[in-house]
């Protein structure tokens, strides 16, 4: 059966990258895992046919279109079992739009990794380096989750919710606890992997 997910971060220097290629190379062991990177980056997607031994592409709406990305991602991802997409910089960063220029119902932002996961309705997970938090980490997932809704990112699959959070093990307990207490009247800790 075919998955595939968007590993997002509120700014660069997360930890979207290093988490990519790990988790590229573990599934790429047993399964055929096709990797893409949001934007232009070369970079990072040499890391990512290393790690995933397949070629890795771009997906980038605004230098290549909304239709691009789809045909890029339809056909790329034919033969593989899990698609593995890395965002770039922040989830909401790309090219500034003022609403009069945009025709969409839905809000979009061209070049962003929020754009990308819209158009090919793709689950986030969202990698939050946690280092020097404790209660501050709920208002920053809780701003992101309230943010995603307006731009009707598909948040869940399965009744799940996908965030994922890095940075010092010894916050954790905090961090679940305030996560909890704050953003009790969402579903966003339903299926909450550390």
């Keep these: 059966m075919f998955s595939a997910f968007c590993l997002t971060a ?15 190379r573990l599934l790429a062991k047993k399964n055929a895992v096709q ?4 934007g232009p980056d070369y970079i990072d997607t040499s890391y990512h046919n290393t790690a995933s031994f397949r070629t890795s592409y771009n997906l980038d709406t605004w230098l290549m ?3 691009e990305v ?3 991602f339809q056909d790329k991802t034919k033969n593989c079992d899990i698609a593995i997409i890395e965002g770039v910089m922040g ?6 739009q003022k ?9 979009s932002i061209p070049g962003s990794t929020a754009h990308i996961a819209q158009i090919l309705s793709l689950p986030l997970i969202m990698v939050i380096d946690c280092k020097g938090m404790a209660q501050s980490i ?12 307006e731009y009707r990112l598909p948040l869940k699959k399965d009744n799940s919710d996908y965030p994922i959070f890095s940075g010092q093990i010894r916050t954790l307990k905090k961090i679940l606890t305030n996560l909890r207490q704050y953003c009790r009247n969402t579903s966003i800790l339903k299926n909450c992997y550390l």
């Design 70 to 72: 789809q045909a890029v």
């Design 10 to 24: 509120p700014n660069s220097g997360s930890g979207k990258t290093t988490l990519s290629i790990g988790l590229m």
């Design 138 to 149: 709920s208002a920053v997932v809780r701003g992101f989750y309230e943010q995603s809704k």
């Design 65 to 67: 279109g909304e239709e």
């Design 91 to 96: 989830l909401f960063d790309g090219k500034f």
């Design 35 to 38: 990797a893409f990177k949001c």
């Design 99 to 107: 609403k009069a220029e945009t025709k969409r119902k839905i809000p």
